[in-house]
């Protein structure tokens, strides 16, 4: 079955940074896309960042652009998101997620929370 586990999660400074993994089982995850997204207290989950299956494309909301990156490894089966100058604005749990024979599955979810 479709798995999807994140790491990397914590309480970082603002201004600090954090690397997320998410490791992918259950399906080739070479040919699928994967999304970042991520969900603070009281709100709506929300994408903060998309990679195709080969990595060339990437894509990211405006709030992150310049601060995160999004990247893969296919021979690890494994998406990461790379987090640099963070803002209290980022704290929330961050999922990764994939779309695979059309239904939508996610992972557990990393908390990340920034304070001082």
């Known amino acids: 079955q479709v798995q999807l586990v994140e790491s990397g999660g914590g309480l970082v400074h603002p201004g600090g940074s954090l690397r997320l993994a998410c490791v992918a089982s259950?399906?080739?995850?070479?040919?699928?896309?994967m999304n970042w997204y991520r969900q603070a207290p009281g709100k709506e989950r929300e994408l903060v960042a998309y990679i195709s299956r080969s990595g060339g494309n990437t894509s990211y909301r405006d709030s992150v652009k310049g601060r995160f990156t999004i990247s893969r490894d296919n021979a690890k089966n494994t998406v990461y998101l790379q987090m640099n100058s963070l803002k209290s604005e980022d704290t929330a749990v961050y999922y990764c997620?994939?779309?695979?024979?059309?239904?939508?599955?996610w992972g557990q979810g990393t908390q990340v929370t920034v304070s001082s």
């Open positions: 997620s994939a779309q695979v024979f059309g239904n939508a599955y």
């Open positions: 259950g399906f080739t995850f070479s040919v699928y896309g």
